[in-house]
């Protein structure tokens, strides 16, 4: 198994360029979150997230049940709707949505498919959204947080350019 470094770069920009950020996560737990907090100075930029594990906390903090009964929780456009909420709630210049499995299926959503996550970046009036398949040497779960915020990460550097 390979080890994943987080890519503390982007984090530091967003810092420097006093860009703010919140965030939306369900399979990450509060790992993006993290990830943003271990970087001194974070606090001016981040205001908080939410961790929204069930579709009724998502639903709670913004995102449509339409969208959810539509297109799935584990949907690019869940994904899409929580960036969104997650920017608006906490009135930042980014957000990001996070939701899928990185485990087993989800017996309480039937579009649950293990190893599949959806994320979303929205800043400004971009958005960009991704499905990512997550790869078998990724056997732990930490591993796979990692590489999903690494990805994340990856997009934000990408939208700020």
Do not use: W
């Amino acid at each position: 198994m390979r080890e994943i470094n987080v890519n503390y770069d982007v984090i530091k920009r967003l810092i420097q360029e006093k860009i703010t950020i919140s965030a939306m996560e369900s399979c990450t737990g509060g790992f993006f979150a993290s990830v943003i907090t271990d970087c001194s100075g974070a606090s001016d930029i981040f205001p908080g997230s939410f961790v929204t594990y069930s579709n009724a906390s998502k639903e709670k903090t913004g995102v449509s049940c339409h969208i959810i009964e539509k297109y799935g929780v584990y949907s690019l456009e869940t994904a899409q709707e929580m960036a969104k909420a997650s920017s608006e709630y906490y009135k930042t210049m980014i957000g990001v949505g996070i939701t899928g499995s990185l485990g087993r299926k989800d017996p309480n959503n039937s579009d649950s498919v293990s190893g599949q996550v959806f994320y979303a970046v929205k800043y400004n009036e971009k958005l960009i959204s991704q499905k990512i398949e997550l790869d078998s040497a990724l056997q732990d779960r930490n591993s796979m947080k990692k590489y999903v915020v690494n990805k994340v990460l990856d997009s934000i550097l990408q939208i700020l350019s």
